[in-house]
């Protein structure tokens, strides 16, 4: 499988910590169904998974980018 460089428009950590937010609120919130808490659960999972094997680029290579 060939690397690829994919663009962000945030830090995956910024985008984990707003999900991560978004979770918590869910919780608070009465009407949310346990579906709708495991699916915010299982996007969390696979960001925290994602940032144990994303490699940061300087941005200066533009070859094989996928947008």
Do not use: C, H
Not at 16 to 40: C, S
Request: no cysteine; hydrophobic share 35%.
């Amino acid at each position: 499988m060939a690397n690829k460089t994919i663009q962000f428009s945030n830090t995956p950590q910024l985008t984990r910590e707003y999900v991560n937010n978004w979770l918590v609120q869910a919780k608070k919130d009465k009407k949310k169904t346990p579906a709708e808490l495991a699916l915010l659960q299982d996007i969390l999972t696979l960001i925290d998974v994602a940032l144990t094997v994303l490699i940061p680029q300087d941005g200066t290579n533009t070859n094989n980018q996928q947008k």
